[in-house]
Each structure stands twice: as structure tokens, then as C-alpha cells.
């Protein structure tokens, strides 16, 4: 079931969690989420690098229905019952919700994920706002935080109308 255990393997062999490549020229992940629906079966992952600027999400997931789903990041780690514990949409300053609506969005606002008639997931999303630690938008802070991936597209305006949450993540650093 997906690569979990071989990316915390390169992870360890690189010898820091924050490696960006091994020996091999993989690249290797500062952090991991590993996707679960409502009945806690995995159904995906999000590995998380540390990019020239903020981050890269690679997302991956099966099991989806096909056809457009918002994807955010919600401002809580913990993924329980119908993952409204995950709170809100990460939106550490404030913002108003929207990539396309308004003068700013959530630092949780991200672009719709895709699934193929086969259910299937695969996108990279650079996501140059988010930092892992960093000073603005950390994604590790104090209660963490989780992938959310929604029923419906979301709209990019005020109203996310992007319905029920499916799957859920919480990010983990990487080899932890
Ligand atoms: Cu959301």
C-alpha cells in the first residue's frame, strides 16, 4: 500500500529527515500524510518538500470519485469521525476564503485535485505561501494540521462550496 515505509527508509539512509535528494537523486520528503477515509481505510498519501520557495505537495489517492475535489489544508492535525475535527481551512493571518476571489486567500486555500474514471489522484502542487517552520503559514505548528480532500470542487471564490470531507491527513515529519 503506496510507499510509505521505502520513502521513511530513504528518508533515515539520507540521514536527516529535511534531505532533499538521496544517493540516488530521489527526492525525499520533509513531510508525509497518509490519506484515510471516513472508514479509516488508506487511501492516499501527500508527501511534502521543502521547495526554493514554500513547498510541494505530491499528492496521490485512489478510490475517489472521478471529476474535480477541493483539497485544502485544514488548520488542525487529528482526523477523526467526519474529520470536522480538523478544524477550519489553515488561514493563519486571517485571510478571506478564495484563490479567486478577493485580494488574498486562506494559506490553506489550494488548486482542486483531478481524479481519473478510475478513481485515481496524482498531482504536484507548489504551494508557495507554506512553510514547514518557517514564519509565516508553518505548517508544524503548535496543533498541527491535515489534508482535506472535499466532495465537490471547490469554487476558488468566498463560499468554498466544496462539501463533505472524504479523506483526511495529518501531516507528519517525515521518518517520525
Ligand atoms: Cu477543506
Known sequence: MFTRSLICAAALAAGMAHAQSDASGEMS??????LVNADGAE????????ATEGL???VSASDMEPGYHGFHLHETGACEGDFTSAGDHYNPDGSEHGLLAGDSAHAGDLPNIFASDAG????????????MDGDTAPIMD?????????ENADSYQAEAGAGGRVACGIVEMAGS
Open 29 to 34: 520528503p520533509a513531510a508525509m500524510a497518509t
Open 142 to 150: 503548535d496543533d498541527g494540521s491535515a489534508f482535506i480532500i472535499h
Open 56 to 58: 510541494l505537495l505530491r
Open 43 to 50: 487511501v492516499g498519501e501527500v508527501q511534502i518538500f521543502e
Open 120 to 131: 485515481e489522484v496524482r498531482a504536484d502542487i507548489h504551494a508557495a505561501h507554506l512553510t
